[in-house]
């Protein structure tokens, strides 16, 4: 097993995680709300909780309102588009709740591999050929249709199912079991149920009925028979106008009913003393229409199919986990074990999202609604807004300058090593950041760290022409050779010292200082085992930005506006929160 | 059934006319005028810290959700099947932007995550009943995690509130009930949640008022009596699937080419692990399968009949030609170095023997938390009241993930017949009691007698059952008149109930149950506001038996579903607070 590459990361806790501690006041005795002391310990990027609080750059977004980072967690969604990713089309917000979240033209995915299945004619030898024309083929097709994998070459006709038309392909698989067996939906099993009993003829009607009856209860068959049984059961025939009797009939016609309606809004506490008495007289169902359903415990059918495949044969958790809950499953037990059983499982569909700010409800992403399209209309995303943190060994020319420090190389225990982080200021404004990491990293391993420089100014984002116009020779800034004013009093005078307290390089809109860390050695008393990512050197580190802005009005607004309407005088702003850099991994003796 | 699809259409068209809120829905229906006149709100909506006027309108979609020690499931209520089960795994766990899954040199190391987490561990929310050293904290996020999952991937919802059902198993200790609900309220912010036992929710969704449910779950099995929606008694043991997929391991370790030797000298007590948990358990779902019952089931039954013929099939495993050789390959990747193993098929069935059987021991040699599931389906049913065990054990529903081995369920319930068609439903035991038992002298006139065959149940109330088809029991003279229990008899049918029968029946499962719970607009025995849960946490609930009692009693009928619509400030954990 090859080691992965390692790239130095950084990882930005939301603010939101703390919060969620205070949500209720600390001196109410709950078994969860114990951890007064929570702010008090640094945070421990290790700790199992911390990978559900840590976001890269690049998935923050960020309130302009509130000057507060925004993560997945902490904003409040709503849907623009449900579209199908597999033939884009856009689905109203109407039929998911009818149809379901899945796609229901004819997008698939193959059982086995995933893969996106396409329809093809069952007697054609060049299936490449018609995957397009299938829907337009001039000539009539007699053998019909099938869902074919063209990555492993899977196809419909394995599990015995084929089509009669190479279009709505979803609504014919719903009518189709596997081996080919036909299957009355819910809603058909109903409707014929009324057809016979509209029509005269009673021994027709019971011999259909039994046939109906006699067709393997399937969930949804199953759920709708115990659903109209204890509908049933609820509407008394003896207090026709009371509240929760009548489900069908929600007309406006009385006071009851209205407030009825209304009290469907209002959670949840809707029924009345009469509605509940009468909840408690339901009866048991009897009768498989009702819903009862004697278990067939015989499973040796099943076992012998089981003894006589392969390991191949058998479905495996994968594979039985991505099938979509099955209503039309013969039974309720033991769905879907052998590959002969699964089926082509339907796209799920998925949304186009905009999202606002929690607490100030304001838009901070609006994606275009048109499905093609992947350009957002609205999108405050936080790197504008707070600085970015990048990442690189430092290597020191001199007597030691021969070890090359590839970001790839391992790091040696005990070996102090020197990282340069760059951070950049997105935002108009002179930002001051203050940075603070534990002396030792938290963990079995500990590390020790030291931030050469803590505390310093980042210019601010200036108009990047001024600064071309005023120095001409800065066009190859990342070469340290280039000199000159990039790297203001350390570079050449001082002859590469490192010093305490003291920036190691100063751009435009971004400084770099030097962090020193001191490699744990990864020697376990007890023998143990590592754990995952145990080797790679992560520090905690806590930022805190603090710069005046210029209230509200005379700039683009890009730079965060105030909600004070006094303009000559500066707010002045912080933003703080912990933030997790992954610097290297730590050879293992 | 087409009118209460069309309904959701129409309250949104009254969201628009709200009157300001009113005074508290109980004195509002005292005074209810009879003129047509515009109601007040009885209940003020809740309105959770984020809220917006848009939030309103979401109220109509009640959330359920169903939580299992490996997987939650989610959907709207109404519908008949959850839209989505999101499993609990160590993908999840990691950070949001961790990508190395999706590399090609990755491999999940699971000798490390065994030594972190413990072998499989990382792929539970929750370690059963053990709240040691579990944290919590942890459990609620990966909850919000899977959840978040559920809604945008499979449920495709916004992040209105919505009012939710959750489904929970009823021995799930208050802290983790506590933590899990600290999460869903502080990141979801649903005006309230409803609490609903599983047990109770699968015997709604196989039609009964009274059933046991078998939970063959995956930290342990769970036997709940359920009687007339109240959950009488609770039984467990730790032969769950977990321990399934420990004995898979066992049994392919055994077979390793490297193992056996291994095996023997550091004996069975040492944890080392030499395949991946998600590879055991992969075969322990794909591969593994129960032998049928060895006693010779009763015959007057004709699936009996077919038990003994499947069971000849299998053993000599001769009869047809078309029967393969007996044995079967499975490949292996996660030992070092890979291999395909080629084991007996026979021996297929072996975890599944050790695990839930143990047949090979006495069965007085086993502590209570370790009973073999015949011997534990037994007690519980011996444990019962007479009367409630006479409905019970002829609605046995089996539910949880060992339901998918082959022929367990018909294992069990044999074997279960079997004791009882050996000892009827005799506490007692031993070889004295047999004597005296065979002894007509000593034998008392009203001494209870096991009669032939696992249909028979000697219960005195079998006698007048078919009287009146309502059951009492027959030591009770007259009942005094008892509203509810009138109130029962008045909606019950006539036709006699099945009981004192050992018989099985289907549910359509807890999460389908607690959709149609939710769907029949029965209101739960525990439902929690935002608010006030968020003021005072668990500590805020009463006991169940505080919470209004009366109006309770008079509201269930004697089920323990459903409840008053308000009880005012004071509310319950239902089962979760007594304990």
Redesign the interface.
Known sequence: MAPLPFSPYTFIQCPCSDSTLLARPADAKSPTGADAEEDERTFDPRAPRSNYSLYPLEYLLYCEDCHQIRCPRCVSEEIATYYCPSCLFEVPSSNLKSEGNRCTRSCFQCPICIGPLSVTTQETRHPDANLLSADNAATPHSGGFSLTCSYCHWSSTEIGVDFDKPNGIHAQLAKIRNGGESRLTAKERKERRKELSHRGDSAAAAAAREEIEEQVPDLENQFANLKSFYNSQLADPTAADNGLSTLGDLGFSSPSSLSRIMNLYTGGKISDNKAKSRLGAIREALTPEEGLLVANLDEAALISQLHQSEHCDTASMAQITSQPPNLGEPALHGASRFTSSLRPIPHLLRTKRSKRCPVCRHIISKPEPKVQTTRFRIRLVAGSYIPSISIKPLTLPGPSGSSSSNPSDLLISLKPVHYLLTFKNPIFETIKVTLATPAATPGRFPSKVTVLCPQFDIDANTDVWDEALKDNDRSDKSSRNSGGTTRQRRGTEAGYQLEVGKIWERGRNWVSIVVEVVPASLRLEDGGMLREDEDILEIPMFVRIEWEAENAGDDGGIVPGAGGKDKDQKEKRELAYWCVLGLGKIKQN | ????G???A??RS??NI?SPPGPS?SSH?HH??H?????S??????SP??G?P?S?RA????IVVDFGTRKLQVG?AGD??????V?FGPDQ?????DF?DW?P???Y?W???A??WGWGRDHELWQGGDVRGT????I???I??AL?EGF?????????PR?MVCVFPSGLP??ML??AL??L???FQP??I?LLSSPVALSV??????ALVVDLGWAETVITSVYEYREVKTTRSVRGVRYLVDQTHKLLAKHLPDGSAAKSTDGAEEEEYKLSF?EC??IA???V?CK?SKAPAATQKA?GL??L??QD??ENSAPSA???P?R????LRSCRPPTTLNLP?EELSEPCENAFFDSQYSRSGFDDHELPLDLLVYRSLLQLPLDVRALCMSRII?TGGG??V??L??RI?DDVSEIVRERGWEAVQGKAFDQMRANPKIKRKGARQATGGPTGVASPSAENQEADGVWHDAANTLPEVDP?EE??K????K?P?VQGQL???????AW?GAS?IT?????TVS?I?RDVW??????GASKAADVDQKSQR??????G??R???VGTSWTLGVWGTG
């Open positions: 059934m087409a009118a209460p069309g309904a959701p129409i309250h009254v969201a709200r829905s229906h209810q005028p003129h047509p006149s515009t109601p709100r009885s209940v003020v909506v809740p810290n984020f917006s848009s309103l109220d109509e979609d009640v709207f008949a099947a959850p839209r989505g089960c499993w766990q990691r950070r949001v932007g190395r590399h040199d990755y491999k190391d000798r490390q995550a030594g972190m944290d919590l904290g942890l609620g996020d990966k919000e995690r978040r945008t991937k499979y449920m495709l919802i916004d992040s209105r009012r208050i802290p506590s933590a600290d999460s309220f502080s990141r005006p309230t409803s969704g196989a039609g009964v008022r009274s998600e358990n992969d779902t794909r591969m399968w049928p699936e077919e038990t013929v499947e099939e299998s078309i029967q393969r007996g079967v390959e499975i490949p098929w089996f339901t998918n082959l022929g369920r018909r319930f509810i109130q029962l008045k909606g019950q049918d036709r109930r018989r099985a029946i289907e549910s359509i499962g389908s149609l769907h029949l607009k029965a209101s439902t506001d968020l003021q005072h946490g668990a500590a008079q509201s269930l009928g004697p089920g579903l459903l008053a619509a308000n």
